[in-house]
């Protein structure tokens, strides 16, 4: 069964270092999402990717985070530098096309700022 | 700007008994709702979703858009059935941005 693919599954970084996660949805899926999940809290999206290009990314903050879907495959997010207040959990989603809305989510990345 | 509020953390209740996760809405135009649910070391998945009108593992939930409500329920309730739930709503039109509420842990006691 074709899944998401995240990784690393697990990142503890050094406030103000650099930190990257990477995505690789189910393959022919156009719609690629990054959200954060705070501990107690449900998922928040942060950037929403159409094949290539960025349809959304009204709530990402982009003095310190970036995101990337060069090819329209798989994804890249980065933040630079990581602050204490960035420890969460990052989930990638994706989805056949903007018009089908069921979201198949990947295991996540768990990221711990010291 | 839409808003999706569960207002319990967490709901124990024995095997067999009834279940009803609240979720409700805030939103102006037609929304659509999902439940989605991750068991313990599992991914986040769908559960349902109302344009489905379908059950699925017992579970079901009505659109109420009087009430703005879209609660899930089961009539009797499985050990299996324990798990995080989270209600989602997405914008007609909205891209399939999913706006989430803050999930309640369901356990299920034998």
């Known amino acids: 069964e074709a899944e998401v693919a995240q990784s690393p599954r697990y990142k503890i970084t050094e406030k103000s270092q650099a930190v990257a996660f990477w995505c690789d949805p189910i393959s022919g899926h156009a719609t690629l999402y990054w959200y954060r999940q705070i501990l107690g809290q449900g998922p928040e999206l942060l950037v929403q990717?159409?094949?290539?290009?960025?349809?959304?990314d009204s709530q990402l903050p982009k003095d310190r985070f970036s995101a990337e879907r060069l090819k329209g495959v798989d994804s890249t997010l980065k933040i630079q530098p990581a602050e204490l207040g960035d420890s969460a959990m990052y989930l990638c989603?994706?989805?056949?096309?903007?018009?089908?809305?069921?979201?198949?989510f990947g295991q996540g990345t768990r990221l711990t700022v010291v | 700007a839409q808003r999706v509020t569960q207002p319990e953390k967490l709901l124990s209740v024995f095997k067999g008994a009834p279940v009803e996760l609240k979720c409700n809405y805030s939103?102006?135009?037609?929304?659509?709702l999902f439940w989605y649910v991750q068991y313990s070391r599992q991914r986040l998945q769908l559960l349902l979703r109302h344009i489905s009108r379908e059950s699925i593992k017992g579970f079901t939930a009505d659109l109420n858009k009087g009430e703005t409500s879209f609660h899930l329920k089961k009539p009797f309730a499985q050990e299996e059935d324990s798990a995080m739930y989270y209600c989602a709503l997405s914008l007609t039109g909205g891209g399939n941005k999913l706006t989430f509420g803050t999930g309640t842990q369901l356990k299920v006691e034998l």
């Open positions: 990717f159409q094949d290539e290009s960025v349809v959304d």
């Open positions: 989603a994706s989805s056949l096309a903007q018009g089908n809305t069921e979201a198949f």
């Open positions: 939103y102006s135009g037609s929304p659509e």
